[in-house]
């Protein structure tokens, strides 16, 4: 089970969290023209990366934020978490 | 009255305390401190069970978690459990423990009959003999091997007993406290850090329980006692006995298994039988020593053969002789001290060892001692059916590939020692990529993946100076590392009798014209005639190999037969070891029962149970609960003998003349304020809110981004920036984290914040007829006339004294309003809508009978908004706005979603107005349809409609509306019914919705 350092509360349960997917993916702005390949991509399509991930959690049972957790996807080792707000590198 | 096999004086059992039990519903005595496995053998008992497959008598072979052989089902205080490990489960009075996998009985089995047969069970006999006919399968074959499968037998009992979990955290966790552990433990305490020191025996101590060592000049066990002693008078130590860590996960998070209350006589109520902890740590020393491999001979699972050092730990743990004519069969030294041991208690003892004339410390003290020692020589058989009486034995040849000679000595027990393997598993499950130690023919912990280290035995590290030296400087320098602090302790001297190098021989060939059986693995009954013949059929991964022959697979786990497997294969291949590799260990390192597992999460526990405050009050008027999310809900208040259906159809119907009154508590509610609320409601909602004035309620439809339904519910505008959200009460919670992520994520510049209020509030809805004329009583003051308080408006009202908030909004289709109050008034509130309510036949209504109102009235719920149906497809398209955008929208132009022959809802009648039509059915166009048959779509929601008291259904069916008029086929082929149904609106009742609005 992991041990995910949540920006707001301290290193806490993965218990505690849920996932919520690739940190890089934008959603298009509201009202702009996109096209169907363009939405699709957004909507349904995801890379599966072998090593390093940059993802959303969301401290579920805690403070309820969304954060960003840097993951390796093979080792499961964090490298780095941070506010939705802030880079990570 | 004595145990036959019990030596005097000798042992840590308590001879004062005598312990009755039954083995096979025969009674027998042993002592506290005895395991199942002692006490049996020191009555002589030695059959205890039957093989896997060949039904081969088996007996003791270990004493401890290594053992094969002995699982026994065990019944006491009400509970059975299979598959326990008899050298594992200490003797309580009365415990009732019986042999598995046989009968009529273990004397006498009649699946023995393999065993005659075995050229007809080779490896892999299941895949090649079930394989065909196809037929045979499911009538013949499957239940066959259901039957022969498993060894004990599951309780289909509840258990009653109280098993729980534990969190804990520390800087260092220390898993087994033999000489490595404590030195680990005692050094780490010592600086300071948080140490967790735990050992699966009933006594710590490890190795030096049994071994003639000293250490600062105390016996192994005295100064185990001391550091022991010590280690528990510190506060930032805690230390477990019968505690197994058997998993190691994650971030170091590892997981274990305590006995707490199966040693324990008369435990109270709230000790728990067993617990299981998640200890979360930031270092590992693992100290989990090593276990002794065999070496495999003809009829090497005879009862009676036992590794040496179990024999050993039989004799001076608990006074135990396994045999009084022991013939000791070794290719190292370690043996020898078993041999020494039987000789100081008066036992005379045959050596024999395959090495060819050596010399060490303890050979030449087995000389002194006059034991007899023959070199170069290998046990070939063991003869005897159900105990070993004898020993065909052999000098090997140079090459150790046959023999010079043969004879026949008698023995009534084989000590067997192949040399020993450190116990990598749970090292090898953080991670650690072990490397294969020549010089030990085993492998080792090598590269780290986690803060984990392996001290002592478990490191491939067998002498004692090394293991106390390397655990005081691992325990230091690992705690120092957590605290900070260095701390220097003298490491203590010790004693110990040095060891010669062991032989590499561990499979004793078959002589010319001999075929007996050599067992790799004893539980799943793999000989090495299996292995050779797995690689012959072409097998060459281990995993493969593991898989086909079934070798490591059973609940042992392979612990003593894993290596000896992995030699053979090395051996046929022409490879060496560390190419052929290892297979995956994975946790439990021993079993663990599915009672620990589950802890406190049974029955009510399972989940929480969300009760309104209402609950009390439906609870005394006979009210059946459904379980509605997490919440308890009324299905119906029962009156008299009333089925389900008569209860839904008499407070439905109430509601459609009178009024009825239904808790609302538990719909999902949300309370949203912000200067952006209206723009925010704008974009997650797929139709307008930036116009919805102060004081009214809108419904409102949810989508995902895919475009498909996510929730509906009615937001109302208290004040300005204050929004009161309602959601369905299975999404409520979904949608929290849905806004949630929107509002952080996608447009973190929106100042909103969002919050649930759902326990905050109790709810009731007054719907019919006759509510405007209750609410009228309820709220004298207001005004609650059709212009005084139109459809969709809010006000918060004063009721009784408690402010609250009410809302004309309709679910049923009728005029309806709900009250909303403080949760701790919703009792006062229920209370007196019910009193005042009797003057307008009030009845409080419950699931049922509101799915049947809103079903009727065509409001779609949960079981159309499946994940599956975009707005069009409920024939909500005016839910839709063409002028902005929202969460979802994109999506909804998409070629598939405005294509026409899309499914979508409808209303069905059964044609003979009085078949109920099961939900799920599927719809054909034909009657006689065959399979596979063109599915047109499936009923999602049923009710007995109360207006037109007849059946009605909604469905979602391609081509929608254009199928009214139509006859279709609801089949339900597992119901084995077949209606046919006429397809009508789904706004079966007040299509045009006059009623809310009346």
Known sequence: MLHIKCPYCGLRSQKEFSYGGDANVKRPKLNAEVTDKEWDDFVYMRKSPKGHHLELWHHTSGCRQWIKVKRDTITHEIYQTAKIEEQIS | MTNPYRLENVGFINRDKKISFKFNGKEYFGFKGDTLASALLSNGIHLVGRSFKYHRPRGFFGAGVDEPNAKVQIELNGYSEPNVNATEIELVEGISATSQNCW???????????????????????????????????????????????????????????????????????????????????????????????????????????????????????????????????????????????????????????????????????????????????EVILSTGSIERPIVFGNNDTPGIFLSSGAKEYLKLYGVLVGKKPLIFTNNDSAYETAIEFKKNGISPIILDTRENHESDLINESKNLGIEIKFNYAVIAAHGYKKVNSATIGKL???????????????????????????????????????????????????????????????????????????????????????????????????????????????????????????????????????????????????????????????????????????????????????????????????????????????????????SPMHKWHKDNNAVFVDAGVWLRPRYYKVGNETLQDAAKREAENVRKNVGVCDVTTLGKIDIKGPDSAEFLNRVYTNAWLKLPVGKARYGLMLREDGMLLDDGTTTRISENHYHMTTTTAQAANVLTHLEYYLQVVWPELKVNVVSSTEQWAGAAIAGPKSRDLLSKLLPTEDVTNDGFAFMHYKEVDFFGVKARLFRISFSGELAYEINVPSDSGLFLWEKIIEVGKNFNLQPYGTEALSTLRIEMGHVAGPELDGRTIPSDLSLDGMISKKKDFIGKRSLSKKDFIKPERQKIVGIVPVDKKTSIPEGSHLVDDKNFKLPAKKLGHVSSSCWSVEYNNPFSLAIVAGGKTMIGKKLFAVAPLKTSSIEVEVVSSHYVDPKGERVRS
């Open chain 2, 397 to 611: 040849n140079n090459s150790k590939t046959g023999f010079e000679n043969k004879e026949k000595i008698n023995c009534d027990c084989i000590c067997v020692s192949g040399f020993w393997t450190p116990s990598v598993h749970l090292a090898s499950q953080s991670g650690n990529k072990l490397k294969y130690d020549k010089d030990l023919d085993a492998f080792i912990p090598n590269v780290s993946k986690q803060n984990e280290v392996s001290v002592g035995a478990a490191n491939g590290t067998f002498n004692l100076k090394e293991t106390i030296k390397n655990g005081f400087q691992k325990g230091s320098s690992l705690s120092q590392k957590v605290t900070g602090k260095e701390v220097n302790l003298p490491v203590p001297q010790t004693n110990e009798k040095k060891h010669g190098k062991h032989d590499k021989f561990w499979c004793v060939p078959l002589p010319k014209g001999n075929n007996y059986k050599r067992f790799v693995d004893f539980q799943n009954d793999v000989a090495v005639s299996d292995i050779e013949l797995a690689l012959r059929e072409g097998y060459r991964s281990i995993e493969h190999v593991k898989r086909y022959t079934t070798l490591g697979m059973a609940t042992d786990q392979g612990k003593t037969s894993n290596l000896n497997g992995l030699q053979l294969v090395s051996n046929i291949e022409n490879k060496i070891v560390p190419e052929v590799g290892h297979t995956t260990f994975r946790p439990p390192f021993t079993p663990v029962t599915i009672g620990a597992i589950v802890g406190r999460e049974t029955g009510h526990h399972y989940m929480p149970t969300r009760k």
């Open chain 2, 104 to 282: 009529p009985s273990v004397n006498f089995d009649i699946g023995a009959i393999n065993n005659l047969l075995n050229r007809f069970f080779p490896a892999g006999f299941y895949y090649k003999t079930f394989m065909w006919p196809k037929s045979f399968w499911y009538k013949i074959y499957e239940p066959f091997i259901r039957k022969a499968a498993g060894l004990g037998v599951a309780s289909i009992e509840k258990d009653n007993e109280r098993y729980e979990h534990k969190y804990e955290y520390c800087d260092l966790l220390v898993t087994g406290s033999g000489p490595a552990g404590l030195a680990s433990a005692f050094s780490a305490a010592k600086s300071g850090a948080r140490v967790i020191l735990v050992e699966d025996k009933p006594m710590f101590g490890g190795s030096l329980l049994t071994d003639d060592v000293t250490i600062d000049n105390l016996s192994g066990k005295e100064w185990a006692n001391k550091i022991i002693s010590e280690l528990e008078s510190m506060p930032n130590v805690i230390t477990r006995k019968r505690s197994q860590v058997f998993g190691y996960y994650d971030h170091n998070m590892v997981a274990m298994f305590e006995r707490t209350g199966d040693h324990l006589n008369n435990k109270s109520k709230y000790t728990p039988r067993q617990r299981l902890w998640y200890i979360r740590a930031k």
